[in-house]
């Protein structure tokens, strides 16, 4: 599970959208592009941006939930919370998902 997160934060842009989400929890695509377009001036295509969501789902930082006809993006932080505690608190149990 580590593996992915490191995977998933080690490009700008799937950074840039954890940013975005942090600052308003549970956007759509078509919200997070124009965020990412207006903020970042990174003009990606819709499906790019899924792509970097997908990988950012399979990590365990992002959940997507449907509501009707739009489907809404979540920070999940739980994963970047193992990994500190997996260093800066050694000696708390590791715990597995």
């Known amino acids: 599970m580590s593996e992915d997160v490191f995977k998933a934060l080690a490009d700008p842009t799937r950074r840039r959208i954890l940013d975005e989400l942090v600052e308003r929890d549970g956007q759509t695509l078509f919200e997070i592009c124009a965020r ?20 950012l789902e399979t990590a365990g930082l992002v959940h997507s939930r449907r ?17 500190v505690t ?12």
């Open 36 to 55: 990412l377009l207006n903020k970042h001036g990174l003009g990606l295509s819709r499906q790019a941006v899924s792509q970097h969501l997908a990988v």
């Open 67 to 83: 509501e009707g006809r739009y489907k809404f993006h979540d920070l999940n932080t739980e994963p970047l919370e193992l990994i």
């Open 86 to 97: 997996r260093w800066l608190r050694p000696q708390a149990p590791e715990r597995t998902p």
